[in-house]
């Protein structure tokens, strides 16, 4: 297809600069080309690699205009495959197709409020900020194709039809059909099903139907997402998708509001057309502010690495012949592990999709990735996960309960319950019981009484760790703290890992050192995880926000992080007593009840370490943090504080839709920012 000149006239935006926007979809790629005189406008389909379906693009664009390559000043990507962009001869940066899309919209039709873009492999709500076109909140599917392009194209030759024949077909449905399903490959069966009971269709009325059914199925997922972000107008409808006559209408039939539609340019041209005012944007010479950034200062956790290495190899060698016992949960006690003699260490790895796999020979699919891990783990003959005799475990979720019990095959577990309901007196007595019943257990395992001295003496220790722990959070409080949340993590691991009295010794060493180091100029995104456990292992998302992106976290509010250290247990009196209502007091996680108290502890967290935004993240089928998201999101909803939900595993297939959403979160905490004239210092 050859490029398009499009009437200047009708763009609100007049750039001084030759500028392309690209924007690579999973589907079909779009390119929009800005110059003194006239915009241009193509579209091709994606092909194999994405850098030659961009450089055709462009090819196409520059051959339009009649312009050189070495004319083009600035050169902005986005879409699906933005990340496989790179130029060489034309400066050019990457931009989430969420702020293209809603910058695009924002020039065609400056009154744009809300946004919804259906693409090929996602779908998005955005919420737009009539001033300047910027994203005030978005919300995105998760990474499946139902209720996108691909859905209705699978749609489409499952009724022998185009794609686009099939919104046309649709419009002329007397009784549109029941699809239900949300899964693309289930809707495909569905269809099927449905054509098969149809019988003879010599008016097509059938097949109407169903092309009919299958828009709504798909626009019901789509006004969920608005449901999230609220639908203001203007209401705009961008994306390959907004060509289908069938979905537009369906979609403000179930919306009831109407859609704008900008002239001057096809809306699926949106993305490429916000990417290349962005880029006309980039391509304006920058005024540099002397001193704004400041290197990070490296901090050095190498000895505390090699100490955990090393222990986990004295665990795998066992020279002493001494017991060794693991627990899962952050709620096990290990005060009475230390106390007992036993070599101990929390199992919390994961992030490895293999181990998940090898897992999921022995559980449902439906069970979170963490537990599967679990359980993958000891199926793959992991040698540090072979070398203890024993496994504590506490119930807390069905999944970490299914994955005691096939670990138990593999290596003894013993099962214990939590109480959930935490303030209870019964809950108390209750809870001191089974502790006593793992002392007991632990008595026999080693062939040692457990003293309750030793046991409180483990308690003081342990205590000690906990507030150090704490102290060294507390100096990411400091408006650039010297130490990241990947720090902090490795940090946290040394208390799981290693005796506690080497534990202490290191931790010491580096609180001196931390404390001291100089603090670098300015004032660092500021963010806090919450939600499911982090796992050992997994830090996608951490490497992301802080090694790509340059934000900062914060503060952790997951029994990976600060939580289980913000409290301390009490000294004096019956030691199991201490230590059940210690750990019951301990911050909350979401399988506590009353729910409110760990959404309560969650917002104290946010002011105290004056977050600026949150990412919260639900492992994928995890009823304990799935189920009250919408709480956790309304309440911070009332602080004003902006709130990214994700739904976790531990694949790596959407590497690329977890950058979007990130990147895409990040620049609208910048936008709020930048309305206050503050200054971002380097992470």
């Known amino acids: 297809m050859n490029a398009i000149e499009i009437d200047p006239q009708l763009i609100h935006y007049r750039p001084g600069l030759v500028t392309a926007g690209l924007d690579i979809g999973s589907r079909g790629a779009k390119g929009v080309l800005f110059t003194p005189d006239a915009v241009y406008a193509v579209q091709i389909p994606t092909g194999l690699y994405m850098q030659e379906t961009a450089d055709q693009i462009l090819s196409k664009l520059l051959r339009a205009a009649r312009i050189k390559r070495a004319a083009t000043a600035y050169i902005v990507g986005t879409g699906y495959g933005r990340i496989s962009l790179a130029y060489s001869d034309v400066p050019y940066q990457v931009v989430t197709e969420i702020s293209c899309h809603a910058m695009g919209a924002h020039v065609l039709n400056p009154a744009t409020r809300t946004i919804i873009d259906i693409g090929g492999q996602d779908s998005k709500a955005i919420k737009v900020d009539t001033a300047t076109g910027k994203v005030i909140e978005f919300v995105m599917n998760d990474k499946c194709a139902a209720g996108t392009g691909r859905f209705l194209e699978k749609a489409a030759v499952t009724l022998g039809l185009t794609l686009d024949q099939l919104g046309q077909v649709s419009l002329q449905a007397k009784e549109p059909a029941q699809v239900s399903s949300q899964c693309v490959v289930f809707a495909e069966s569905e269809v099927i099903s449905l054509r098969a009971r149809g019988g003879k269709d010599e008016n097509h009325e059938v097949r109407a139907n169903i092309a009919a059914g299958i828009h709504y199925s798909a626009a019901r997922r789509a006004k969920n997402l608005l449901g999230r972000v609220g639908l203001d107008p203007d209401l705009v409808f961008s994306g390959g998708v907004s060509n289908n006559p069938g979905m537009w209408a369906v979609l403000e ?248 009295e080497r534990a202490l010794t290191l931790l010491e060493a580096a609180y001196r050192d931390l404390r001291e180091a100089p603090e670098p100029a300015g004032r660092v995104l500021r963010l806090m995880l919450s939600g499911s456990i982090m796992a050992d292992g997994d830090r996608r998302l951490l490497n992301l926000i802080e090694g790509e992106l340059g934000a900062r976290v914060v503060v952790e509010d997951h029994c990976a992080g600060l939580r289980p250290f913000y409290r301390t247990v009490r000294e004096s009196g019956d030691p199991l007593q201490a230590l059940a209502d210690g750990y019951l007091d301990q911050a909350p996680c979401a399988r506590m009840k009353p ?67 990130v990147e895409a979160f990040i620049g609208v905490l910048e936008e709020k920012r930048s309305k206050n004239h503050e200054q971002y210092a380097s992470a």
Do not use: W
């Open 595 to 661: 729910l409110d108290d760990s959404i309560e502890f969650s917002r104290q967290l946010a002011e105290e370490y004056d977050v600026e935004g949150i990412v919260f993240v639900a492992h994928k089928f995890c009823a304990c943090y799935g189920i009250p998201q919408k709480l956790f999101l309304d309440s911070f909803q009332e602080l004003d504080v902006p709130v990214l939900a994700l739904a976790g595993d531990y694949s790596q297939s959407d590497t690329g839709q977890l950058k979007t959403r």
């Open 253 to 500: 039939e179930l919306l009831g509001a109407r859609f704008v539609n900008p002239k001057g340019i096809d809306m699926i041209y949106a993305g490429a057309l916000g990417a290349a005012v962005y880029a006309a944007e980039y391509a304006k010479p920058k005024v540099t502010v002397i001193g704004a950034q400041q290197a990070h200062h490296k901090v050095d956790l190498s000895v505390i690495q090699t100490a955990i290495e090393n222990e986990q190899s004295a665990f795998i060698e066992n020279k002493e012949g001494r017991k060794q016992a693991a627990y899962f949960c952050a709620y096990t006690p290990p005060e009475l592990l230390a106390a007992a003699g036993v070599r101990h260490a929390r199992l919390f790895q994961g992030g490895h999709p293999v181990r998940v796999a090898a897992g999921e020979l022995y559980t449902q699919s439906v069970a979170c990735d963490f537990s599967k891990s679990c359980i993958g783990a000891f199926e793959q003959g992991d040698p540090f996960h072979k070398s203890f005799d024993k496994i504590y475990n506490f119930h807390t979720c069905a999944a970490m309960k299914r994955a005691s019990e096939v670990v138990d095959q593999f290596v003894p577990v013993q099962m214990l319950n939590l109480p959930k309901r935490r303030a209870d007196s019964d809950s108390r007595t209750f809870y001191r019981d089974e502790l006593d019943v793992f002392r007991k257990d632990l008595e026999e395992l080693t062939g040692r009484e457990i003293q309750p001295a030793a046991v409180q003496k483990q308690i003081v220790l342990h205590n000690k760790l906990r507030r150090l722990l704490k102290k060294l959070s507390d100096l990411r409080k400091r408006p650039t703290p010297v130490l990241s949340g990947t720090d902090y993590i490795d940090l946290v691991r040394a208390y799981y890992y290693l005796p506690p």
